[in-house]
């Protein structure tokens, strides 16, 4: 069964401060990755797309990386503010069409004033 | 990016009763939409997959004939959700997908979701 597993679960932090999100998955074969910003009770928004052979790419004061070898991402947050409050959800798609994605259960990011 | 909006936005019904959600692409015909459910501290699960003219295709333990989908155009797709339950109550989303030449581009977008508390 393909999995996608994200940690922590969840994460305070202090606003103005750097965290970083994990992502381990299992999907076979693999299309791409993509990270996800989801807002309360809003649908989610794309911050990046990687496929096997990128290993790092930026949106703003996000980055993310890809090891395609130990199926493993990660995504950064640097200078965090107050709303990057959210709930991260790293998707990984499975096959040549792009067709399945698999969801992660997301990390929880809560950034304190 | 390309825009999905989803009405309404929440909904409120008394158990028994029947609700409509719609998913619109507002600037691009969508060859696919999906329909997702999420549960508070969840995931999105996919329920079925629409295509424009054709049945929806639905994932293992979702009951078609709870869920209705229509996709009538490239532009709309609705999930009927029928004789709802409180069990039912979620946050429900859809997802566009645009049909693109190979390479890597965002081929899903995502609607902002639906509210649905069935009492």
């Known amino acids: 069964k393909n999995q996608v597993e994200q940690s922590p679960q969840s994460l305070i932090i202090l606003e103005g401060k750097n965290c970083t999100l994990q992502c381990n998955y299992t999907v076979s074969p693999f299309s791409n990755l993509r990270w996800y910003k989801q807002d309360t009770g809003r649908g989610p928004v794309s911050l990046t797309i990687m496929t096997f052979s990128e290993n790092t790419k930026s949106n703003g004061r996000y980055t993310a990386t890809l090891d395609a070898d130990t199926k493993q991402s990660s995504l950064h947050i640097t200078a965090s503010q107050l709303s990057d409050s959210a709930s991260y959800i790293c998707?990984?798609?499975?096959?040549?069409?792009?067709?399945?994605?698999?969801f992660g259960a997301g990390t929880t990011v809560t950034v304190r004033a | 990016g390309a825009v999905v909006s989803q009405h309404p936005s929440w909904v409120i019904c008394k158990s028994g009763t029947s609700v409509k959600i719609e998913c619109r692409s507002l600037?691009?015909?969508?060859?696919?939409m999906f329909w997702y459910r999420q549960f508070p501290k969840q995931s999105l699960m996919l329920m079925a997959t629409?295509?424009?003219?054709?049945?929806?295709?639905?994932e293992q333990g979702v009951e078609k004939d709870k869920f209705l989908i229509n996709h009538a155009s490239l532009t709309l797709s609705t999930l009927t959700v029928t004789s709802a339950h409180p069990e039912d109550s979620s946050f429900y989303i859809c997802?566009?997908?645009?049909?693109?030449?190979?390479?890597?581009?965002?081929?899903?977008?995502f609607g902002p979701g639906t509210r649905l508390l069935v009492l």
């Open positions: 629409s295509n424009e003219g054709s049945k929806a295709t639905y």
């Open positions: 997802s566009a997908r645009v049909r693109v030449p190979s390479g890597i581009q965002e081929t899903q977008y």
């Open positions: 998707v990984v798609s499975g096959g040549w069409n792009d067709y399945k994605l698999s």
């Open positions: 600037d691009f015909q969508a060859t696919t």
